[in-house]
T-cell receptor
Framework: DGGITQSPKYLFRKEGQNVTLSCEQN?????MYWYRQDPGQGLRLIYY???????QKGDIAEGYSVSREKKESFPLTVTSAQKNPTAFYLC?????????????FGQGTRLTVV | AQSVTQPDIHITVSEGASLELRCNYS??????LFWYVQSPGQGLQLLLK??????LVQGIKGFEAEFKRSQSSFNLRKPSVHWSDAAEYFC????????????FGTGTRLLVSP
């Protein structure tokens, strides 16, 4: 079955550590996204990538980094510079510029700083 | 810049009663509009989408939404709510020009009472 796989489902990080969240898709989508979700704030865009080897900052990119070396993969690193990283992180993908464009979402990773 | 407003943070509906969730958007051109549903700790699932044509769109799980350009609204409706509909609902807007990047509202949590 095609879809988006995020791992791990739960992640704990000590303060001052970097941590990487995995996102893999087998939908053959060019575009991929990372959103952060906090209670009462909806989804906020962290980074997005329209194509391999290219990505752009979203609305809240500070303290995060990404790479897009393969079409299928779009890992997100939460660095120690992110002051409040505890949140639910969602990865999504879509076909950019298509009339039937919609975003398909993974099941999310819940990151907790301990 | 596009934006989405979901004015209701929480809504409680009795099982079997009708439901309407409000969504207002701001977008300078032709909007692409979406409703997603999220169960606790899960990713988002697309309920329905509007790109053009008939302003009343049907989705999965018995949901429908009506696009009203004059009111900049895209309200979600269901004639008879089931207990399994309890979840968080997100409205999102994208555009028909350039790269498709969705902007989400802050969500409405639906509670279903017996």
């Amino acid at each position: 079955d095609g879809g988006i796989t995020q791992s791990p489902k739960y992640l704990f990080r000590k303060e001052g550590q970097n941590v990487t969240l995995s996102c893999e898709q087998n939908l053959n989508h060019d575009a991929m996204y990372w959103y952060r979700q906090d209670p009462g704030q909806g989804l906020r865009l962290i980074y997005y990538s329209q194509i391999v080897n290219d990505f752009q900052k979203g609305d809240i990119a500070e303290g995060y980094s990404v790479s897009r070396e393969k079409k299928e993969s779009f890992p997100l690193t939460v660095t120690s510079a992110q002051k409040n990283p505890t949140a639910f992180y969602l990865c999504a993908s879509s076909i950019p510029g298509s009339m039937n464009t919609e975003a398909f979402f993974g099941q999310g990773t819940r990151l907790t700083v301990v | 810049a596009q934006s989405v407003t979901q004015p209701d943070i929480h809504i409680t509906v009795s099982e079997g009663a009708s439901l309407e969730l409000r969504c207002n958007y701001s977008y300078g051109a032709t909007p692409y509009l979406f409703w997603y549903v999220q169960s606790p700790g899960q990713g988002l699932q697309l309920l329905l989408k509007y790109f053009s044509g008939d302003t009343l769109v049907q989705g999965i799980k018995g949901f429908e939404a009506e696009f009203k350009r004059s009111q900049s609204s895209f309200n979600l409706r269901k004639p008879s709510v089931h207990w399994s509909d309890a979840a968080e609902y997100f409205c999102a807007v994208g555009g028909d020009t350039g790269f498709q990047k969705l902007v989400f509202g802050t969500g409405t949590r639906l509670l279903v009472s017996p």
